[in-house]
């Protein structure tokens, strides 16, 4: 007799002595008395490598779980049993050990189908997904589940199949049992190891790299699908990759940090094995291990390979989500169980397994689901500070490491700023320790402001400061100009009219705007650094150009809901602000308390540095020697508002011939015109240049505003 016998026999005994009985008994008697009828095997005698206990009686716990979902069994909160009358009817037909367990499986998937269309009783009995993109990747897993763990076809190609034996063993010779060694990329050795693999061997592996990398928030979009392909691109008849798969790459499901990162070899070498294991067993095997997730567990537990806590539940979740939840780190999992422990007070059905974590996470959880009437989300509030500062006995490995307390992006997944150069000080002709200072600003706070008066070089250093970022990178800058007419559809999204090619008449299509596409990018590539350029953005109503958003430089770990949408939007940690704002327009103290808050703000004024000098250090790198960066700081010295001061841009230009005139007379002049209008202002007497060349250049206080030009 099988094992697999024994526990269909010993199920059926169990069931057989609670319908002899007019009262409930105690699960351990229930235990007794299957066991009395059928004993362990050799094999069942042994311990299960997550908790000491033997497999037969785990097998029997999870079996009689199965028996409750389906109806014919009923557990109470104190941990006794008893036959329903659905069981009794069951058993009248004398039904065969085997068969019964088939029929109770297949009833009890019924159920669970049921309950995932109720939300308000799956609260009770599953983990629900946290948001959209988790239930995104939730249902992408499911097709790994499905076509290739019960079908053992292939993920990608429908009509091939790859899950065999022989394919897992040549996965494991090209891969899981290669040393790791330093040097090349990722993708480079993947390529050089698979460079003889069949094209079977090639496609599973395709499939077992996407399946690890679904749920993951780093890598990014673009790399999940940049090593998915290069694998595919080595078949000699290349496949796709499903839309369905695909899709799923935009999402993530938990943030593993740099400890998947760094051990890839190791996570999926288990992955691999897994899979080794798995494809060789028997039909009813699978389908008990795919039905019971505590089975699962045992199963993942028991793969070779290194420990890799976060990995083996990370394959715990992908098949078993409801089960598992999307906290992956076992000592964020501890300090939940330890801090929300009185959720259960009491002891539940659920915890009926002695000294099993799992067990008593999921009890936790679907408690918190039923007192908060949705899904209990651990790492944003109001839960995440309750739990996250809780001591943990258990201490990571460095493979396990998730990024501290966060599912969103930390610097451990983004590529830090580079330091400043001395050759972009130099072509900027600012100081580099100033340009240093600033850039780290910009890391640190994500939204800043340059402002000053015109001239001061505020976009172009903007733009060339998110360049030195992104430069050689799959990073990129997104430049808007705000305006008294910049609407939120205009920069966020909104519904815009579209011609119809057939009849001409008009539709609205939802249409994203810079943010929306660069916040799509940025998701999709949480390693690389994207720019939101925003010049005058003092010219745009803040409130309404942001609108929701605002909420959102604030407060980047947060979910709102957009306008013309109901997916929740976050704003990705690896976008920075960049908005630049003419003090001549507006002065600083003008803004609102709220802007202010959101931004930090950078001065660039003609009279002090990294400006003040630019002028003067640009001429002498064109070797120049006229009077430019002289008539400069006459001309700001006769002009007393600090905000309407003239920067050097006007002059880092070639003025042969009548040039230097032109500046002055139909840009600079204009500009001093506007800031002086209705004051009856001579210009030329004031700010003309023979003026500024007849005067020695000023003290302060000769150069006051109004001061005699004879002087």
Not at 53 to 60: C, I, L, T, V
Not at 324 to 345: K, L, M, P, Q, Y
Not at 397 to 421: K, N
Request: aromatic letters at 8%.
């Amino acid at each position: 007799m099988s094992d697999q016998q024994r526990q269909d026999e010993r199920l059926l005994a169990g069931l057989r002595f609670l319908a002899a009985r007019s009262e409930p008994a105690p699960r351990k008697e229930v235990w007794d008395a299957a066991l009395s009828q059928v004993p362990m095997s050799a094999t069942e005698s042994t311990f299960v490598p997550s908790r000491p206990e033997p497999r037969g009686r785990n097998a029997f716990w999870f079996g009689t779980s199965t028996l409750g979902r389906a109806g014919l069994l009923q557990k109470s909160g104190d941990g006794l049993w008893s036959i329903t009358d659905v069981g009794r009817r069951v058993l009248a037909d004398d039904p065969d050990p085997t068969e019964f367990r088939k029929e109770a499986t297949r009833a009890a998937r019924e159920v669970t189908k049921a309950l995932r269309a109720d939300r308000t009783a799956r609260l009770s009995v599953v983990i629900l997904p946290p948001d959209a993109g988790a239930e995104r990747i939730r249902d992408a897993s499911l097709r790994f589940r499905e076509r290739g763990l019960r079908q053992l076809s292939s993920v990608f190609a429908e009509h091939r199949s790859v899950w065999r034996p022989d394919v897992s063993a040549e996965l494991v010779r090209c891969f899981a049992e290669q040393e790791e060694v330093a040097g090349d990329s990722f993708l480079d050795k993947l390529r050089e190891q698979f460079a003889d693999a069949s094209d079977d061997a090639r496609l599973l592996m395709a499939e077992l790299v996407a399946w690890q990398l679904l749920p993951l928030q780093s890598p990014g979009e673009r790399k999940k699908r940049e090593r998915v392909q290069a694998l595919l691109d080595l078949m000699r008849e290349p496949v796709l990759i499903p839309a369905e798969v695909d899709q799923a790459f935009r999402s993530w499901s938990f943030n593993p940090g740099q400890g998947m990162a760094q051990g890839i070899h190791n996570a999926l070498s288990i992955v691999i094995r897994l899979v080794d294991r798995w494809v060789g067993l028997a039909d009813d095997e699978r389908d008990s291990l795919l039905e019971d997730p505590w089975a699962w567990r045992d199963f993942v537990a028991a793969v070779p390979g290194t420990a890799f806590p976060t990995q083996r539940n990370e394959l715990m979740y992908l098949v078993h989500p409801e089960s598992f939840g999307e906290v992956i780190s076992a000592v964020d999992r501890e300090r939940i169980r330890t801090v929300f422990r009185g959720e259960v007070a009491g002891g539940t059905e659920a915890i009926e397994v002695v000294d099993d974590p799992d067990r008593e996470f999921l009890d936790i959880t679907l408690a918190l689901q039923t007192k908060e009437n949705g899904p209990a989300v651990y790492y944003r509030e109001p839960l995440r500070s309750r739990w996250a500062t809780a001591p943990a006995t258990r201490v990571e490995s460095a493979d396990e490491q998730l990024s501290p307390i966060t599912d969103r992006p930390s610097t451990g997944d983004r590529t830090s700023f580079p330091a400043v150069t001395s050759s972009l000080a130099s072509g900027l002709h600012m100081p580099e320790r100033w340009l240093q200072d600033t850039v780290d600003l910009i890391e640190r706070r994500k939204q800043v402001i340059l402002y000053g008066p015109p001239g001061t070089g505020k976009t172009f250093l903007a733009q060339a400061l998110s360049k030195h970022v992104t430069d050689g990178t799959d990073g990129e800058t997104t430049i808007v100009q705000f305006h008294p007419t910049y609407s939120y559809e205009d920069f966020f999204e909104g519904f815009r009219p579209v011609a119809n090619d057939d009849s001409g008449n008009l539709a609205f299509t939802l249409r994203k705007g810079p943010l929306r596409r660069l916040a799509d990018a940025a998701a999709a590539n949480p390693e690389a650094n994207y720019f939101l350029v925003i010049d005058e953005i003092n010219r745009g109503n803040i409130a309404k150009v942001f609108g929701e958003l605002y909420f959102l430089l604030e407060y980047r770990d947060s979910e709102i809901s957009l306008l013309y949408s109901d997916e929740p939007f976050t704003l990705p940690s690896n976008i920075f602000v960049i908005g630049t704002m003419n003090t001549a327009d507006r002065s600083i103290a003008m803004l609102d308390a709220a802007m202010r808050r959101r931004f930090a703000f950078i001065e660039l004024h003609p009279e002090r540095e990294p400006v003040q000098n630019v002028l003067s250090r640009w001429a002498a790198t064109k070797g120049l020697r006229d009077d430019r960066a002289d008539l400069l700081t006459r001309l700001n010295a006769q002009i007393q508002d600090h905000d309407a001061k003239v920067g050097p841009s006007f002059l880092m230009r070639d003025l042969a011939g009548t040039g230097l005139q032109d500046v002055w007379r139909y840009e600079i002049l204009p500009l001093l015109a506007e800031h002086h209008y209705g004051e009856g202002v001579d210009l030329e007497a004031r700010y003309g240049l023979a003026m500024l060349r007849r005067r020695t250049t000023p003290t302060p206080a000769d150069g006051a505003e109004g001061a005699s030009d004879d002087d």
